[in-house]
């Protein structure tokens, strides 16, 4: 975990800035969407914590696609400057897509901000096309996850791969959540040089895992589960990167090699795969120990109740909810993709298996659930090694990744 000690020198002071005394530098970030996740969380902290006295911030977002969750709420909690952009959205739409591109380019023109900072594949896209149109000085994208696995056919995917390649020459830096992850970016798919990729972690605001946004029925009491039976959990979309079948699977797995330890198995969370999922859950049996909770905002009370949280992807950037598990001392067990890896050690702090192991993942589960000082040891390493994905840490690299880059382009006048 030597990138762990890396994203610890971020607590180093920033150099003084050059600006002082100058007007504030204009961030204008561009997400596709606010959706219940990584990107949303990033971009809400980003928008919010930079310091008010060098920076003033704009967000533009795109549509919610259907069954998707919000997380809207923590960018107008804070006041967060916002500008809707129906047609950016996930989806990909022709026409959508043109009209958005230029409702962007409008935008640009005129907040004619320094810094344009683009999140998600199709943002980045049409968001660094308009900045670069419109003469912005610097742009940034971050790379939350990617889309060169598991999302598409190999046709579309090399046409994603051109495009960001394309996207690459005009971005002077892109972010990166991971080592690994930079790995990818730089080596395997050569979108664009290491030299170019700047790794800073995902932030968590532990404060907001603290309360729980009003809600404080106990999930346990609202499920009727004794807390006797260990509550496994796993959150996020319901979609095919996600891999929820493996998890499902594994239930069934869990069931048939222990029929006798107590367990039941939540999925919160919701989208494209929901009927299919409940569907298969039926067909395998599993009618009396799988609960389909749907979207949460009461992330306090769901990790709370939880006892494991578990992650079946086939692909991941960092994962949002691995993060806020540890931070709440919860152990883990996940698939080890993407930038997993740089957060989960395993056997330190979590349970990593390979890629689409399903035995290695019922084995995995059943450690756990048997094993209550298991998962006490494992959550209390996962709750140290949190923090290093603080919301202080990251505000405090991004702001000093926007200093050096808007200085550098001011000498360079």
């Known amino acids: 975990m030597d990138n762990m000690k890396h994203f610890a020198g971020s607590s180093e002071a920033l150099p003084q800035s050059s600006v002082e005394g100058r007007r504030r530098i204009r961030v204008l970030r561009i997400i596709a969407r606010l959706n219940i996740g990584g990107p949303a969380v990033n971009a809400s902290i980003l928008s919010s914590s930079l310091d008010a006295k060098t920076f003033s911030t704009k967000v533009i977002y795109g549509s919610l696609a259907k069954g998707e969750g919000s997380f809207k709420y923590l960018m107008e909690q804070q006041g967060v400057d916002m500008e809707l952009v129906p047609e950016l959205g996930r989806e990909i739409s022709p026409l959508g897509d043109i ?25 980045g896209t049409l968001g660094r096309m308009a900045a670069a149109l419109c003469g912005v000085k610097v742009k940034i994208h971050t790379f939350h996850g990617n889309v060169f696995e598991h999302y598409f056919g190999p046709v579309k995917t090399a046409l994603f791969v051109m495009i960001e390649r394309f996207l690459g020459l005009v971005t002077d830096k892109v972010v990166v959540l991971s080592e690994r992850q930079k790995d990818d970016i730089a080596r395997r798919f050569k979108i664009m040089p290491g030299s170019k990729c700047a790794v ?3 932030g968590v605001d532990i404060s907001r895992l603290s309360a ?47 029929p006798d330890l107590k367990a039941v198995f939540v999925i919160a969370g919701d989208g494209e795969l929901s009927g299919v999922l409940k569907s298969f859950s039926n067909s395998i049996g599993l009618e009396d120990c799988v609960r389909f909770l749907g979207w949460r905002d009461d992330l306090a009370v769901l990790y709370k109740a939880l006892d494991v949280v578990a992650l079946t992807s086939l692909n991941e950037g960092t994962p949002l909810a691995l993060i806020e598990a540890m931070a709440c001392s919860r152990p883990v067990i996940a698939t080890d993709v993407g930038g997993v890896g740089d957060i989960v050690e395993d056997g330190a702090n979590g349970i ?12 995995g589960l059943i450690r756990l659930i048997e094993s209550g000082e298991l998962r006490h040891r494992l959550g209390a390493e996962g709750l140290k090694r949190s923090a290093y994905f603080s919301k202080e840490n990251l505000v405090k690299n991004m702001t000093k990744l926007y200093l050096d880059r808007f200085e550098a382009k001011r000498r360079k006048k």
Do not use: Y
């Not at 990593?352 to 084995?363: C, E, H, I, R, Y």
């Open 99 to 123: 009209k958005a591109f230029f409702k962007i380019l409008g935008i640009i023109r005129r907040e004619r901000p320094d810094i344009v900072h683009t999140h998600t594949a199709k943002a």
């Open 212 to 258: 729980s946004n009003g809600v404080s029925v106990d999930l346990r009491k609202e499920l009727a589960i004794d807390d006797k039976t260990v509550l496994v959990g796993i959150i996020g979309r319901l979609v095919p990167v996600k891999n929820h079948i493996m998890f499902l699977s594994a239930a069934a797995g869990v069931r048939k090699r222990r």
């Open 352 to 363: 990593l298996v390979k890629k689409n192991d399903l035995g290695g993942f019922v084995a």
């Open 200 to 202: 800073i972690p995902l």
